[in-house]
């Protein structure tokens, strides 16, 4: 069956460090990979999409990459900030289906000033 | 409406009692979704609207789940008989209609506490 897996429940990094993410997927080849952020008490908000045939995707501060044949998606916040802290998702879609996803369990980031 | 909103944001409930929760997706979204988060896990895929086609249920842990969406807007779902096991908060999320890819755009989800 699918299986999603974020690295360590928590990650703690210094301000102005880069944090790095890693999203490991088994069992299947999705179309595309997203990225979210969750904040305590809040839905998850979507950040990033990257497809198959994308190896590097950046937005701002971000940059997510995504490895098909590691079957890996790499996360990363260069510059990190306290307010960067948070809970961050991967998702994929569920094989067969374009739109549903299924959810990793998440990686919390704390950001030390 | 600008963004998706739920209802109520917070209900605690006997255990036994029935209750219904409300999403109100983003205007001409098509496609609406429900998950539910458990303290400190992951979201767990429950059901799954597309327009006017027949449901994805396959993630309903019991028949004492249900939920419909009338009028391809609004959903309800409705826990029957609750149990302290569906303590949760069920988020709600929606999708327009353009094929796949596009990121959810979630509410902030209702805080269900079974008592």
């Known amino acids: 069956s699918q299986k999603i897996e974020q690295n360590s429940e928590a990650l703690n990094i210094q301000e102005g460090k880069t944090a790095t993410l890693t999203c490991n997927y088994t069992?299947?080849?999705?179309?595309?990979l997203q990225w979210y952020r969750q904040d305590p008490g809040r839905g998850p908000v979507f950040l990033l999409l990257?497809?198959?045939?994308?190896k590097e995707k950046r937005k701002e501060r971000l940059k997510v990459t995504f490895d098909t044949t590691l079957k890996q998606s790499l996360f990363h916040i260069t510059a990190s900030q306290p307010a960067d802290s948070a809970t961050y998702l991967c998702?994929?879609?569920?094989?067969?289906?374009?739109?549903?996803?299924?959810f990793g369990s998440g990686t919390q980031l704390t950001v030390l000033p | 409406g600008a963004g998706v909103s739920q209802s109520p944001s917070n209900k605690v409930t006997e255990k036994g009692k029935d209750v219904e929760l409300r999403c109100d997706p983003i205007?001409?979204?098509?496609?609406l979704y429900w998950y539910r988060q458990s303290l400190g896990q992951g979201l767990e895929f429950l059901i799954y609207?597309?327009?006017?086609?027949?449901?994805?249920k396959s993630g309903l842990p019991s028949d004492r789940f249900s939920a419909e969406r009338t009028g391809g807007s609004v959903s309800t779902l409705t826990i029957q008989r609750t149990q302290q096991e569906d303590s949760a908060v069920y988020l709600c999320?929606?999708?327009?209609?353009?094929?796949?890819?596009?990121?959810?755009?979630f509410g902030s989800g209702t805080r269900l506490t079974v008592v």
């Open positions: 999320a929606s999708t327009p209609d353009s094929g796949g890819g596009r990121g959810y755009t």
């Open positions: 069992n299947y080849s999705p179309a595309y």
């Open positions: 990257i497809r198959e045939n994308e």
């Open positions: 998702a994929l879609p569920v094989s067969g289906s374009a739109r549903q996803l299924t």
């Open positions: 205007s001409g979204h098509t496609a």
């Open positions: 609207f597309q327009g006017n086609s027949a449901p994805d």
